[in-house]
């Protein structure tokens, strides 16, 4: 067993490398340092399994190295000593996770008995951190599915669970991704999985149980790079691919309203024939009941009535969010609220969703122009379409008929 001995009195330190036979009591030589510093340079180093350092020191008293000692090598069993018997100090020692507080001086018999007792506590620790490698990745699993679907009891159950796993609760943005392609070829979807966790590094995914992918990010992703997913998987594998995003959020407490916003996007999107939509951060996803489920609300129903109204008249080129408003004898900026609300997304980028998605079958049908199209759709200008198209697609009308009509 390697030991680590820190004391700012050199005498004090050098005294100890001879007080005890560290060989006959089954330790390599001591390790001394006289700093904290010099102490946590040689734990880098040498990675002691035991240290035992003095309460009182000029640069940083003992219990503040185990408070370091603790968080960044959690397997290292600490013993303080001090000269005086101070409850306060054994409560910070035992806060800080000491094993041992012990009073000076510390006898030879006392000595070798407590590094007997302590070679016992690093074999428990070593058994227990050999129990925790194979059982971790269960662990992991089980603290991002309880985040992802809100299946705990308190706040302090799931930061526990985050010190035992070593997963960083620290960040501003926290994203669920979801990702779903039409095949059932397992080896494929395998391939499809590799790209995106290579691309997009998440920091944990999941399968569904209806075959989709659940993926955490610390990062969002753009229109361009879903596209580029999309037109990739299907150019290797033609295999077509969906991406839903969830809204982002500002803790991984917050982690099941993206999720659930997510799963509304690709509501949506089906509805809608999309291949991609990311969902509006101010979208309520504690409270927001399924698309078109019986009315319970009036706001409720003003939202369907207004879906219905888009569905319907979406091809009409003079169709506009008043118009709609007007109809249903509400504001156009409270029909805005009602729909990001219910439905994840916004009214207007639904319309456009409906158009691209008319216009996909059409392009495919091949008995129309491009300019046909365009007017069919909704679009008085056929320039304007093109770029929607790509805007929604990653690629024109006439790309998408020679790439064999991906996400058609």
């Excluded at 408070?67 to 409850?87: A, D, H, K, N, Q």
């Excluded at 990745?137 to 159950?157: C, F, G, K, T, V």
């Excluded at 994203?175 to 979807?189: G, I, M, Y």
């Excluded at 009036?298 to 009535?305: H, I, V």
Aim: glycine fraction near 4%; charged fraction near 25%; proline fraction near 4%.
């Amino acid at each position: 067993m390697k030991v680590l001995f820190v004391d700012d009195e050199r005498i004090v330190s050098e005294g100890m490398r001879s007080v005890i036979d560290w060989r006959k009591n089954g330790c390599a030589p001591l390790l001394v340092a006289e700093t904290v510093r010099q102490a946590l340079d040689m734990i880098d180093l040498h990675q002691p399994e035991l240290v035992i350092t003095d309460v009182n020191m000029n640069e940083m008293d003992g219990i503040e190295l185990a408070t370091i000692i603790r968080e960044r090598y959690p397997e290292i069993v600490v013993v303080v000593l001090s000269g005086y018997e101070s409850f306060s100090y054994a409560r910070r020692a035992l806060e800080a996770g000491v094993v041992k507080y012990l009073l000076k001086p510390l006898y030879p018999a006392e000595l070798e008995n407590l590094i007997a007792e302590m070679r016992t506590e690093v074999q428990v620790r070593k058994a227990s951190r050999k129990e925790m490698d194979i059982y971790k990745p269960i662990a992991i699993e089980s603290l991002w599915r309880s985040l992802l679907y809100r299946h705990y009891n308190s706040r302090d159950e799931i930061e526990s669970k985050l010190l035992q796993t070593e997963i960083n609760p620290d960040g501003s943005y926290w994203q669920v991704a979801l990702f779903e392609c039409d095949t059932k070829n397992n080896n494929v979807r395998l391939e499809i999985l590799h790209i995106l966790r290579g691309t997009l590094c998440p920091l944990f995914d999941i399968e569904e149980p209806d075959g989709s992918w659940l993926l955490v990010l610390c990062r969002e992703i753009d229109a361009a790079e879903s596209a580029l997913l999309s037109q990739q998987t299907h150019s290797r594998f033609g295999v077509n691919l969906r991406l839903s995003m969830g809204s982002p959020v500002d803790s991984l407490f917050k982690l099941h309203e993206s999720e659930r916003n997510a799963k509304r996007s690709r509501s949506l999107q089906q509805r809608a024939g999309m291949s991609s939509l990311t969902a509006w951060p101010d979208a309520d996803c504690d409270d927001i009941p399924p698309a078109l489920e019986t009315d319970k609300t009036e706001s409720q129903r003003l939202a369907n009535k207004a879906l219905l109204i888009l569905e319907r008249e979406f091809r009409n080129q003079t169709l506009s969010l008043s118009d709609v408003a007007q109809q249903l004898h509400i504001s156009q900026a409270y029909l805005s609220r009602l729909f990001k609300k219910y439905f994840g997304a916004g009214a207007a980028e639904y319309i456009t969703a409906l158009r691209i998605a008319e216009a996909k079958k059409l392009l495919k049908a091949g008995a129309q122009k491009q300019s046909e199209i365009a007017f069919n759709v909704g679009y008085a200008n056929v320039y304007y379409f093109s770029t929607q198209f790509k805007k929604a697609t990653g690629m024109t009308p006439g790309e998408y008929k020679r790439e064999g009509y991906p996400n058609a």
